[in-house]
């Protein structure tokens, strides 16, 4: 489920592994953790991946940042937390 994948990421900057490079990734949560905002940057490149995420009464929405959904679904399924 996205929001358990979510979830797994610190509040703040924390740094992750996808598809081989390194990300800077930043989780914000707003509205009691109602919402949130995640954006990653490769730090080696120019890829990024941004979107918000809201929990409503009716459903949940991920609402990408101008990018296909599919490539936010697949970094938030894919992406492993630097230990």
Do not use: H, W
């Not at 919402?35 to 941004?50: H, N």
């Not at 809201?54 to 894919?78: A, G, H, R, W």
Request: hydrophobic letters at 35%; glycine letters at 8%.
């Amino acid at each position: 489920m996205i929001i358990d994948r979510m979830q797994l990421i610190p509040i703040g900057y924390s740094e992750v592994y996808y598809k081989g490079e390194k990300y800077g990734l930043t989780r914000t949560d707003f509205n009691k953790g109602k919402s949130m905002k995640l954006y990653a940057k490769a730090l080696g490149g120019t890829d990024f991946i941004s979107c918000n995420y809201y929990i409503t009464k009716q459903s949940e929405l991920l609402k990408p940042c101008e990018m296909p959904k599919e490539k936010v679904l697949d970094f938030i399924n894919n992406f492993k937390l630097k230990r």
